[in-house]
């Protein structure tokens, strides 16, 4: 049986351990429904790293306020729904409904006005293909200029709850600092006892600014993502590393034929003009550079773009010609945003439920910590499931990897890193083959496998933690066998 | 002769800050000898020590990659710092006008002696930054960059002006801003950058406060204002936080000014202007601190001869010694107490600090442990160390700032004790701060000497690198220790054992070898880190002690000098009460020429103060 229908036959067992026992029924009941919610993803990282901005960018629409100055006073999750509508919830109460109001460049909520720290959440319900895979949870920044907004992420994140509030976390930096590191190692210090780089991934947002918004901009962007990669101590901390710029993604979903049209008369200027007006953002908005293009368009532009954003657009669409279309698409992919979708569609959603029985688990484990059960059913079935479930034994197998306690050989250890970080996708991923392998050259490259872990397993020779890594190893692929 | 004299009064706003200054200072010394008051002399010498540095220093700061190689490039108007999108500065670079361009780095070899190399400028990149291939054979195993130097032609930067481009700041608790907060006791001015697409942090905003409690000179620089289209709400909202205890905000693009030469906003601009003034008016703090200082000296001189002329003129001679005799009375109380509460607040100091320094230190190596549980140190070790290095650079950081903030506390409270009212308390509490200040800075000079006696003077200024590394010395010597961590396990000690056991048996277990080098690691961590403790415990106990010993002779001379105010005062005043009318006229005479010299003196102290108070602009 999967782990996800482990925890849910535990569940039940844990129902009939708390009859009559109404907080701690309740408490289940929340377990059950988070099981069979979407995912859900928060978005954190220091003041102004981009967060808003990003989660606008990934739902497509404009939702959260991302001007100057810090704008995400509250916890605010977004949600899909059948219609638009928007719920607060004050500390130990029932959430109550308030009025959804839809702005330019953001949503509201009437009335407003609440104090830091007065509200655990807001919930925004917004009815959108995107926020049916994954609920998306916007924090006030770490680090931020009111001490309380930076504690109330943390305590939401690090989950002080009873169940715990996301799944997996997209961490946003502009660049590592040291806070930032101390965040995500507290972030993985929880249910498991130790850090878990599976469910948590790493954006460096803002990727424009990094090379100063010149045209190479992203490549650089793309080396300091590159570097966080290889970086043993990121490593421990994120699964990946992936560079976005945040505005421009956002961007790429907004654009009309009207900003198009826009870029294209700019591309008709002649070249001094032309570079006159994307020198600096004063000069996209002076009335004397290239009058004859109507200065609101180009602050309109600006606007949704940013000025990294208009070099990009003019360059592309002087060179290649695009439509207004085209030209969505191609920004989407420079800035960094198709690349994010994927990783998040691999890395979380992929594995949304090995994630979310994860996340009940720890749950679970902090019930029967708070109320100790009379019979010891729950806590041996807890115990089992936690020894015996198999995706438990590759995600210690990740730890034993990254951590260095395993000893292979470096292809070995190239095939069991392909393996373990690939943990809940389908079985083309996991055995690092090129997509179009026939499933007879699968099959036969799994039996292959299994034969060389199990005598690896099995050599007299090998210390007991690399032949118990040599046996999941096995065992996994066994497990792809039987699935394929 | 008198007239000569008063001519020296400095009046003429011409002069430069220490020209006024040092002019100021051989008035009170003359003045002083006349009064017969000798024990003034010598603390006049040592308030006006700082009021010939030729070098005017600035640090640039603020967090990573802010545009701060990019600020000092577009000051400057040469591409001197090297920028990178990736990396970033590692290492502090002096910038400085030289009629052509030269570089050089000091380095500190594994031994700890500095040396002094040349390097071609064009080469400045691969030192400033983290492993450039130019290192290779000028740098050994061990050996360390302290700082470099860069001289450029250019008619933006004063003679003797520094632009020192620091290492990205990580915050207020972090080890580089220790650092720079130690180094900026030595400047004369700190350029704050931050990037104008955000406000201000609550990081950065600790920061810039704690700069401004020390009373630095500090402008805050918005960079980048040509990328964000929000840049003029952001320096509002900035204005507003900093308005009145910096020097200025100014909003900046070097891009534009390094790339097409044009100065948006006129930033860069009114940054060099700044320089200009900052350098103008190097010592000027040192002087008005001694024109401060005349002034107190002059009304210390003044009181007895006044206290004799209210006796000479009989009209309340009963009155004169009731006023002398109280303020006498009550400074013997004050002299009965000082000392013990000195030495109980230092004492106090030394076991707390150390205590909590402690404390602090078996907290990270439980937390190490704890750490170690979870990996193979042979892998994991490159993490591991720098998690270490930052959590031991965190605790001598807190260590350092307590036992400041300490020491501030016990000055005033002496002050207090000390001075007649709460204004002349507060005067007393910043001299004697200063003093304590002073007392690190001598000690550094010290140690600058001591370090460039062998020598060769490079081109540059040679000294002030020195004193800048030495600003950095608790900030090195975990770095260094750092260093030592990593070396005794990540390479011999690991293969050594892994070697042994190797040809010992090809058995041995994998996990045993493991849990063996855990025990390694944890070992060496306990190990550094009571090293470290012992260091800084020395380096703490001895900063305390010249604390103590400063202060402690402060106040005692501070004491002294009020006692012999107040006694002289009531000796004149009762031997005036017993003399002949021909004593008394002749008498009254000498006191007249006396006083007109001490007036003379207290109206150009006040004077220079007005001219110093405000920054020659």
């Known amino acids: 049986m999967s782990l996800f229908g482990q925890v849910l036959q535990l569940l039940e067992i844990a129902e009939r351990t708390y009859v009559g026992h109404p907080e701690a029924t309740a408490t289940l009941e929340r377990i059950r429904v988070r099981m069979v919610e979407p995912l859900r993803v928060a978005i954190a990282g220091r003041v102004k790293s981009g967060k808003s901005t990003l989660l606008n960018a990934l739902v497509g629409e404009p939702l959260a306020a991302s001007d100057v100055g810090e704008c995400t006073r509250f916890v605010t999750w977004y949600q899909a729904g059948g219609s638009y509508r928007a719920f607060v919830q004050r500390h130990g109460r029932e959430a109550e409904q308030v009025r959804l109001i839809r702005r330019t460049h953001c949503v509201d909520v009437e009335p407003g006005g609440w104090a830091d720290g007065e509200l655990e959440r807001i919930v925004v319900e917004w009815p959108s293909r995107r926020l049916r895979q994954m609920t998306l949870i916007d924090t006030p920044g770490l680090g931020s200029l009111s001490a309380q907004l930076g504690r109330s992420t943390e305590a939401q994140l690090l989950g002080e709850q009873d169940t715990s509030p996301a799944d997996a976390v997209v961490y946003v930096v502009r660049h590592l600092h040291g806070s930032d590191v101390r965040f995500l190692e507290a972030l993985h210090d929880d249910d498991v006892g130790r850090p878990f780089p599976v469910n948590s991934l790493i954006v460096v947002g803002r990727a424009d600014e990094i090379g100063a918004g010149r045209l190479d901009a992203m490549d650089a962007a793309a080396r300091v993502a590159e570097r966080y990669r290889r970086d043993p101590q990121v490593r421990q901390l994120g699964s990946t590393a992936v560079a976005v710029a945040g505005l421009v993604a956002f961007g790429s979903t907004q654009l009309t034929e009207e900003h198009h049209r826009t870029i294209l008369d700019q591309t008709r200027l002649d070249p001094d003009a032309a570079q006159m007006l994307l020198r600096s953002v004063d000069d996209v908005v002076d009335p004397a550079i290239a009058p004859g293009i109507d200065v609101a368009r180009r602050r309109e532009l600006l606007n949704l773009l940013g000025l990294f954003g208009m070099r990009l657009a003019e360059r592309l669409v002087a060179e290649g010609h695009l439509s207004a279309a085209e030209l969505a698409t191609a920004l989407r992919v420079h800035s960094g945003l198709d690349e994010l979708q994927r990783v998040i569609g691999e890395q979380f959603v992929a594995r949304a439920e090995v994630l979310k029985a994860r996340s009940a688990m720890g749950s679970l484990k902090r019930l029967v910590g708070r109320f100790p059960p009379s019979s010891d059913t729950l806590v041996a079935g807890i115990e089992r499931v936690e020894a015996g479930a198999h995706e438990f034994a590759e995600l210690r197998l990740l730890l034993a990897v990254r951590g260095g306690g395993v000893r292979l050989d470096p292809t070995e250890e190239h095939e069991v890193e392909q393996l373990v970080s690939t943990i809940g996708l389908p079985a083309i991923e996991r055995l690092g083959l090129d997509c179009g392998a026939d499933p007879d050259l699968t099959r036969h490259e799994l039996v292959t496998r299994i034969g060389r872990w199990r005598r690896r397993a099995e050599t007299p020779l090998a210390d007991p933690a690399t032949a118990a890594a040599a046996s999941v190893v096995a065992r996994s692929y066994e497990g792809l066998l039987a699935e394929s | ?617």
């Open chain 2, 1 to 617: 002769m008198q007239r000569l004299e008063e001519r020296e009064v400095p009046t003429e706003t011409t002069a430069t800050a220490a020209e006024i200054a040092s002019r100021l200072a051989r008035l009170a010394r003359s003045t002083a000898r006349l009064c017969g008051r000798t024990d003034l002399i010598g603390r006049i010498e040592r308030i006006g020590v700082g009021i010939g540095d030729p070098n005017t220093r600035i640090l640039v700061a603020g967090e990573f990659k802010t545009g701060k190689s990019s600020l000092v490039n577009a000051v400057v108007g040469h591409d001197v710092c090297p920028t990178d999108t990736d990396a970033a500065t590692a290492v502090a670079t002096v910038v400085r006008a030289e009629p052509a361009p030269c570089a050089s780095i000091l380095v500190r070899r594994g031994g700890g002696d500095l040396e002094m190399v040349d390097v071609d400028p064009a080469d400045l990149g691969d030192w400033v930054t983290e492993d450039g291939p130019a290192r290779h054979g000028v740098l050994a195993h061990g050996d360390e960059l302290v700082v470099a130097a860069v001289g450029v032609p250019t008619d933006w930067l004063a003679p003797g002006l520094l632009m020192i481009d620091l290492p990205g700041v990580g915050g207020l608790g972090s080890l580089a801003g220790a650092a720079t907060l130690s180094a900026a006791a030595h400047a004369h001015g700190v350029v704050f950058v931050t990037d104008g697409g955000r406000p201000l942090a609550a990081d950065e905003q600790a920061f810039l406060a704690e700069l401004v409690r020390r009373r630095h000179h500090v402008v805050l620089v918005e960079s980048r204002i040509d990328l964000h289209p929000a840049w003029r709400e952001v320096l509002g909202s900035d204005r507003e936080v900093v308005k009145t205890d910096t020097d200025g905000c100014m909003a900046v693009s070097s891009e534009l000014l390094n790339l097409v030469g044009v100065d948006r906003e006129e930033g860069i601009a009114a940054l060099r202007g700044w320089l200009a003034d900052v350098s103008k008016d190097a010592g000027r703090s040192a002087g008005l601190r001694l024109a401060v200082f005349a002034e107190q000296a002059g009304r210390a001189m003044r009181a007895p001869l006044e206290a004799e002329l209210a006796a000479l003129g009989e009209d309340d001679a009963p009155g004169v010694l009731d006023v002398c005799r109280a303020e006498q009375q009550r400074l013997r109380s004050a002299g009965a107490r000082w000392s013990q509460l000195l030495s109980d607040g230092f004492a106090d100091l030394a076991a707390d600090s150390d205590y909590r320094m402690r404390e602090r230190l078996r907290e990270v190596v439980r937390d190490g442990e704890a750490q170690l549980a979870d990996v193979d140190p042979a892998r994991g070790w490159g993490g591991l160390a720098s998690g270490w290095r930052r959590a031991l650079g965190d605790v001598v950081d807190a260590h350092f700032v307590l036992v400041d903030r300490r020491v501030e506390e016990i000055a005033r409270t002496l002050a207090r004790l000390v001075a007649p009212d709460e204004e002349s308390a507060a005067a007393l509490g910043d001299e004697l701060m200063a003093v304590a200040l002073g007392a690190d800075v001598g000690q550094d000079v010290a140690e600058r000497d001591l370090a460039l006696g062998e020598l060769p003077r490079s081109g540059l200024g040679t000294k002030s690198l020195v004193l800048l590394r030495s600003s950095y010395s608790s900030a090195l010597m975990i770095g260094f220790l750092g260093s030592v961590i990593g070396l005794s396990l990540a390479a011999p000690a690991v293969l050594a054992v892994g070697a042994v056991l190797g040809t010992r048996g090809l058995m041995q277990e994998n996990t045993r070898q493991i849990d063996h080098r855990r025990q390694l690691a944890a070992t060496a961590l306990r190990r550094h880190t009571e090293e470290l403790a012992t260091a800084l415990g020395k380096e703490s106990r001895d900063r305390i002690r010249r604390g103590q010993r400063v202060l402690r002779d402060a106040i005692s001379a501070e004491l002294e000098s009020r006692l012999r105010t107040a006694g002289d005062a009531l000796a004149r005043a009762e031997r005036v009460a017993a003399a002949s009318a021909a004593e008394r006229a002749s008498r009254r005479s000498a006191i007249a020429v006396e006083l007109r010299r001490v007036d003379t003196l207290l109206a150009a102290s006040r004077n220079v103060q007005t001219i110093l108070a405000e920054p020659a602009r």
